[in-house]
């Protein structure tokens, strides 16, 4: 994946190129000087080999890390008068460049750019860059206050920073190298999964690869179905569920679920068919930790199932999944605790109804979700299914989703994967061998135990989250999603499978590491099956098998 300049080496025929490409090319420094639309470069500097500086105020902190020499590039665009999009580009050095350029997705409600997005794809010889997506976080999370009288901010935030910050970061590139790059690719997850099906849908000729991890496409519907939670957690305080009952919770979904896959190792594969009843959990006699009071069964209940329609029953958004629900990053955090209600509060309070005094307790769910959809679908949501002009592009797009995801129901990715094959499938590819309308173009992986983006039991690391030079980390493109969608893109070899890593029964608090394995990841709607015999641990005694048609 390294490009090297061998200057002396190369043919005379080739000689003029050559030099037409290194007159072609500008100092690090002297990208400063570049005028372009509507953008300023705020400062261009070459950086040594040398330990990571950490951005200010942001709120991830990498472990401490040598990166290699490259030019580091701040800028700004003001699209708007109301518009400040700072982004940051780190380029390397032409002979370590891999010729192709990749962007990077925020998170949240963004408002910070983490160089620690930036890192892995540096290593691996990219032109790498990421946005703030257009304005300052306050420093409290969730906060959605620079929308409130700023509509071109939330416009910003929705789609128009990612685009401006490619626009920009591709213009910049070529005039340090000479030379566009070849390919390029976008990964996100989150926020950035959302940004991700943003831009195939949106600005679907912007980049050749896209992968989309755990997307926050349906925005409004999401955050409707986080405000669900809250009422049906909060209205009442009997209805509250402590975090630690969420052991007894996760306890019981396993004892009905985690056999159903053949295999029982404290993850379900594929939780859809597991039809837990939580009124198991009733309390007979005292309220304990190991029982549920029958207030918290019901909004139990309702957590699963999902957010409905009040009058006529129509589900809004789809609920979370059983099984992981005392996952260090999971529940606790985000649903029984404040996570998920601090971000309906912020888009409802401040996004929505720019009003300081507006009260979930007594917010109706039906009118919210419909004033969402009116006044901020079309900003912030990346439903919409026609991705024929990303495919007619030639992109390629990989979409993941956790199964046990506490931020995000994992259903919802199944939800926009399904609309888009239906809509595809009155407009099949018309280029030759074009192949199936969707799979040619668009594989979905869903992952058994895996949390929000990452992390929790099962096969959760798959070349995302593992450092350059750690032991995790491999450049085989069946084992790593991002050299699965170059080999896609650059070679034609759709990844039928990834081959994920990671641990079962293991336990941070009580310092037990857990047992390594490895599984496959299949291409929905096919899941990993057992063959029978073998370690159950081992990738090679799984086969990924298709579901009977309906």
Known sequence: MRLTTGIACIAFAFSAVTASFLHAQQACEDLKNLNLDHVTITSAVSADAGPLKQATGSPIKPPPINLPAHCEVTGVARPTSDSEIDFLLWLPPASAWNGKYMQAGNGGWAGTISPASLIGPLFLGYAISATDDGHHASGMMPDASFAVGHPEKLIDFGYRAVHETTLASKAILRAYYGKPGSHDYFVGCSDGGREALMEAQRYPEDFDGIIAGAPASHWTHLLTGALWNEQALKSK??????????????????????????????????????????????????????????????????????????ATGEQIFPGFEPGAEADPSGWGGWIVGPIQSAFANSFFGQALHEDPKWDWHTADLDREVRLADEKAASVLNSWNPDLRTFRAHGGKLIQYHGWEDAAIPPRDSIDYYEHARTFLGSYPDPRPNGGAPIESFYRLFMVPGMQHCGGGQGPSNFGLSAAPSGSAYTTDADHNIIFALDRWVTQGVAPDRIVASGTIGSDPKAGVPGTHLTRPLCVYPAVATYKGQGDTNAAENFTCVAPPPK
């Open 237 to 310: 305080p009997e209805s509250a569920i402590p975090p630690a009952k969420l052991p007894a919770i996760q306890k019981a979904a396993l004892a009905q679920c985690d056999a159903l896959d053949g295999v029982k190792d404290g993850v379900i594969e594929d939780p859809r068919t597991c039809h837990f009843d939580p009124s198991v959990l009733l309390c007979h006699g005292a309220d304990s930790a190991d029982c549920l009071t029958q207030p918290q069964i019901d909004a139990l209940q309702k957590i699963y199932s999902g957010p409905k329609n009040s």
